[in-house]
């Protein structure tokens, strides 16, 4: 008789244990559905800033304006041919682009200027596009004056150009997306490893504004 009150004293302890248990348990599994809950919404695509009409020569010889890419998404950047530096990332992550959109060519559109336009001619641009397999009608390279250029560059897509001491370009590494109105609706690092697939899902939000507005 002398064991019975140790032992029922035994059952209050390893409730409190199961319950701290429990807890836990519980506790755990909240910490996990919190961490892995699905991500907020992005936000939507601010208009930043018109872009204003241009007219400069495409890779094939042929004069090339904004008005040729009304109700068109675009997406530029900026490069020259002789460049050594950044250009080479910059036009593969733009390859890798290219490839991407084969399927909506038609409602998505590539547009590399040169900033170096002394030098890379449509000659010289159209030499480059074959090499990347760029199709012309898809993937334009413009060239046009230096002022031209520089007005479309800096005061339009609002980009830095510059000269460095040896006199090449200094330009900016940035891709430029735009709309079917023209209007600049975002900025992408071209030196980010995910630029192109950050790229994609700005194109599709687009299109899909796109298709809400025409319905």
Known sequence: MSDLPARSGIKPIVWVIAF????LLIGLAYVSLKNTRPAEPSAPMEKLAQVPEFTLTDQTGAPFASA???GKIWVANFIFTRCKGPCPLIIARMVELNGKLKKIHDGVKLVSF?????HDTPQVLANLGQNLAANPPDW???TGSPEAINNIVVKGLLQPLAKEP???PAHSQR???VDGKGWIRGFREGEDPEVVQKLMVDIGTLLRENSTIQK
Do not use: M, S, Y
């Not at 701290?20 to 807890?23: E, K, L, R, T, Y």
């Not at 040169?114 to 002394?118: A, H, R």
């Open 114 to 118: 040169t900033v170096d336009p002394e």
């Open 166 to 168: 040896d006199g090449t």
């Open 175 to 177: 891709f430029v997306i």
């Open 68 to 70: 040729d890419l009304k």
């Open 20 to 23: 701290v248990a429990a807890a």
């Open 140 to 142: 334009k390279f413009l």
